[in-house]
């Protein structure tokens, strides 16, 4: 009988290259940016603070970015954790694995997102040029904070057509009901950090507060007959 040859083991991808030149200045200004924004606030985060906090001129500032309202939407797709990509790869997974899952995984990645962006974008409430400056930047028919449900929502419906959820529940609802948990988790860390009074923060650990939120959101708190 033939032996079929001995695969050699996959080999470790190569980590990328050094970052150097104008891609090296815009890491460090993205860095810059989402350290003071998360510490002073976007309102009182200056283009001048950045560039000095980065070690880098003003001017180099400008290379690569227009102004602090692009330098913000920079750091939030770039800097905090990527729900957005968590979110935009939930379709695909329609019919695979299991719902429970994928939903914890957004879930966990969505409380860590809200808690590191909270603080920055609490600030554009304190400016309404700042925050008119701010949606004047984005294409509101496809970016935005809706996003996130929206998203949410199509994976929900899409599991639905699937027949792996109730068609009775309206993915919409279910979307924001998440969503909003996660939003109101990440509020109550930030709140009472670092010493948060105890039962506050219940499920305690954020691997238990995924279980249990999506639990409670797939299987209801309506009374069983």
Do not use: W
Request: aromatic share 6%.
């Amino acid at each position: 009988m033939t032996r079929t040859p001995a695969q050699p083991p996959p080999q470790p991808e190569s980590p990328p290259p050094p970052l150097t030149g104008g891609a090296l200045t815009r890491s460090r200004i993205l860095d810059a940016a989402a350290r003071l924004m998360a510490t002073v606030g976007l309102t009182r985060t200056t283009t001048k603070e950045i560039a000095r906090e980065a070690g880098c001129s003003e001017a180099a500032l400008y290379k690569h970015f227009r102004d602090k309202e692009e330098l913000f939407v920079g750091v939030l797709r770039e800097r905090a954790p990527r729900l957005t990509d968590a979110l935009a790869r939930l379709p695909g997974r329609a019919g695979e694995g299991e719902v429970a899952g994928h939903l914890e995984e957004v879930t966990r990645v969505a409380v860590l997102f809200y808690r590191q962006t909270f603080p920055m974008a609490a600030s554009l409430f304190a400016s309404p040029d700042l925050l008119a400056a701010h949606r004047g930047k984005l294409d509101l028919d496809i970016s935005g904070p809706q996003e996130a449900t929206q998203s949410l929502a199509a994976y929900l419906r899409a599991e639905q057509e699937k027949g792996r959820l109730s068609a009775a529940i309206d993915p919409n609802a279910a979307a924001t009901l998440l969503i909003g948990a996660c939003f109101h988790r990440a509020f109550l860390e930030l709140f009472f950090d670092p010493d948060p009074p105890e039962g506050v923060l219940l499920p305690v650990t954020e691997a238990e507060f995924a279980k249990e939120t999506v639990r409670a959101l797939l299987e209801g708190v309506g009374v069983r007959t």
